[in-house]
């Protein structure tokens, strides 16, 4: 199934410290009228779906994945990105780049992945039988179900049928991270999987301030 994608690449005039939060912060109170960047509806409160907006920084460089509605909420305001307000700093925006493709997410043969930023897999229920397990091994097909999980219910959200088993096999290793506020653990590392996942497409929990982001490996060093 063909997925509208944009992603839109903010090169700052000093590297970006902050968090991706911070960047979905200022973004979605500057454009308030857009509810997909702060995924916030007055009327009903918080949308619970798979991130049509999601806020990244990667080597300390912003950017801007739109998914479907979302691709094109940010190509609108692309242009009227001048600089960002990110806690005290204030970083111009020298130049813009805004990437625009229609992209499959489907079963395939198998591809692998690194993880560009720490993927959540856990919540309160299953980190705690997480803990239970003894062994890496165990450790690892539990999470390798859990990825498994996260792609079926990306898939969900955007109305794609996955009508074949899915296969994971990773490498992790744990990380520590703060995610509201809260310390957590995360996973870094590489997966492979009988799936084509789009890059920069983010799984897991936290993913519209970035993380679970993934890139196929070997595009790991392109543009």
């Given at each position: ?144 179900n859990i990825l498994i999980g996260n792609i079926l219910s990306m898939c969900k959200s955007l109305g794609i049928i996955v009508n074949r088993k899915l296969y994971v096999h990773s490498h992790l290793d744990e990380e520590k991270v703060v995610f509201k506020g809260v310390p957590m653990i995360g996973f870094t590392g590489e ?33």
């Amino acid at each position: 199934m063909k997925i509208k994608s944009s992603y839109l690449v903010l090169k700052t005039d000093a590297p970006v410290k902050e968090s991706s939060s911070r960047l979905r912060g200022y973004i979605g109170h500057r454009f308030q009228e857009y509810p997909l960047l702060h995924h916030h509806l007055q009327e009903s409160g918080y949308l619970y779906t798979y991130p049509l907006i999601q806020y990244k920084i990667i080597n300390n460089q912003p950017c801007i994945l739109g998914i479907e509605e979302g691709a094109s909420v940010v190509k609108e305001i692309s242009d009227q990105i001048d600089n960002l307000l990110l806690g005290s700093n204030v970083y111009q925006v020298d130049e813009k780049i805004l990437y625009q493709k229609e992209i499959d997410i489907k079963v395939s043969e198998n591809k692998q992945y690194n993880l560009l930023s720490p993927w959540m897999a856990l919540n309160s229920k299953n980190y705690t039988n997480y803990n239970k397990l003894r062994s890496w091994k165990d450790k690892k097909l539990f999470l390798n179900n859990i990825l498994i999980g996260n792609i079926l219910s990306m898939c969900k959200s955007l109305g794609i049928i996955v009508n074949r088993k899915l296969y994971v096999h990773s490498h992790l290793d744990e990380e520590k991270v703060v995610f509201k506020g809260v310390p957590m653990i995360g996973f870094t590392g590489e997966f492979t999987v009988n799936f084509q996942i789009p890059d920069f497409f983010g799984l897991g929990k936290g993913v519209s301030v970035g993380f679970g982001t993934v890139k196929a490996l070997s595009n790991i060093n392109a543009d």
